[in-house]
Structures are given as structure tokens and as C-alpha cells.
């Protein structure tokens, strides 16, 4: 099983995204940020760490659904077994 390896990039349009470090730019960014202009007046240069949070949360959030998946499905097949007649 291959690892992926991703990166945090600012955009020359301010946009802060995700995409995969073996990307060689042809495909879509995994995540895309855009901060309005109060947003940015407000944290100024702390953007960038803030998108990072919210990404990394993002992230965690979708491993724990993934987690929630796989048990759901193996209960699922657990219920099965439990029918099953041999």
C-alpha cells in the first residue's frame, strides 16, 4: 500500500489549498480555501495558519467517518453471518 504525501500551497490568488505533493498540476486541488477580504484584514499573515488548522481538522474528521464506515460495515456483515444457514 502506497503513503500520499500532501502539501498546503498559497495560490498567486490567495487561495490556500491541498493537493497531493505528487501532483504535477494537472488535477484539482483536493481542498480549496478563500478567505474574504475582512477575513484576511483580520489575520493578516495568520491565514495561512489558521487554513492549516482547518485543513488538519477536515482531515481528522474525514478519518474518524472512515473509521465509522468500515465499523458499520462490519457489523453489517456480522448481522449477516448471524442469517446465514449452512
Known sequence: MSSSFYEILELSS??????????DGSSEPLVTLKFSAESIAFLGAGRFEVAKAMIE??????????????DDISADLSDLEQHILH
Open 14 to 23: 490567495g487561495e490556500i489549498v491541498l493537493k497531493r505533493s505528487s501532483d
Open 57 to 70: 481538522a477536515g482531515m481528522e474528521a474525514a478519518s474518524e467517518l472512515a473509521e465509522q464506515n468500515i
